[in-house]
């Protein structure tokens, strides 16, 4: 069983469409995150939710809305798309603190916006 | 705020010999973890070695060893008798804490090849 699993894996669209990567984590973990990896590999958190709160927002353009229906659960949708959110976008998900490295992460979701 | 600093953007090593990966980090925070990260090719993330702040020992598993030295601010992975299968891109991160919530800042990573 995946621990944490993204769908799609890869997703190519058009400027200006409306997309969702989906997020589930079957660990029991309390914590979710968005992480982005730009094209020089540079990972950055975008988001991060506890128990179905949000909880970290970075400076973020509000095109991308996180939703976590449950805690197993983060979706992120995102409107408008442009050029420059090509990017590989990985979930992750940790128990409430990090302690040993517990941050588990899914295989990402390759977006290119075309 | 927390900071992670990786200067080497490539090494290269001989299969079966060491190799040190530099990381060096800032934080005001008296209590820290410290975490190397490998992503091989295919995209994954693969949870390596962690170090704790307070740790008295540096952290050791299997092939993976970090040398941290807490004075000088830095947590370098060394991987002995390297593989070809070692070949990825490597990254340091720092546990930081925002919001009652703790994330992980990433340096910008390292890419290694391993030659045969």
């Known amino acids: 069983d995946t621990a944490v699993s993204q769908t799609p894996k890869y997703l190519v669209t058009q400027m200006g469409n409306d997309k969702s990567i989906k997020c589930e984590q079957n660990l029991g973990h309390d914590t979710m995150y968005w992480y982005k990896q730009d094209s020089k590999k540079f990972l950055k958190i975008m988001f991060s939710y506890n128990n179905k709160e949000l909880i970290i927002n970075e400076t973020v353009p509000n095109r991308f809305s996180p939703k976590s229906p449950d805690k197993a659960h983060l979706n992120l949708h995102i409107n408008s798309l442009e050029l420059g959110d090509s990017a590989v976008y990985f979930c992750a998900s940790s128990p409430h603190q990090i302690n040993t490295g517990e941050l588990f992460f899914g295989e990402g979701s390759r977006l290119t916006v075309l | ?116």
């Not at chain 2, 490539?10 to 800032?26: H, I, N, P, S």
């Not at chain 2, 993330?45 to 050791?60: E, V």
Request: net charge neutral.
């Open chain 2, 1 to 116: 705020a927390q900071k992670i600093t990786q200067t080497q953007p490539g090494m290269f090593v001989q299969e079966k010999e060491a190799v040190t990966l530099d990381c060096t980090y800032d934080t005001s925070d008296p209590s820290y973890g410290l975490f190397w990260y490998k992503q091989p090719s295919s995209g994954e993330m693969i949870f390596l070695i962690y170090q704790g702040s307070y740790d008295q020992q540096n952290a050791t598993e299997g092939r993976y060893s970090l040398n941290f030295q807490k004075a000088r601010k830095s947590a370098n992975l060394v991987i002995s008798a390297s593989q070809l299968g070692d070949s990825a891109m490597y990254f340091c991160a720092m546990r930081g804490t925002q919001g009652g919530s703790e994330k992980l800042v990433f340096g910008k990573g390292t890419k290694l090849t391993v030659n045969p």
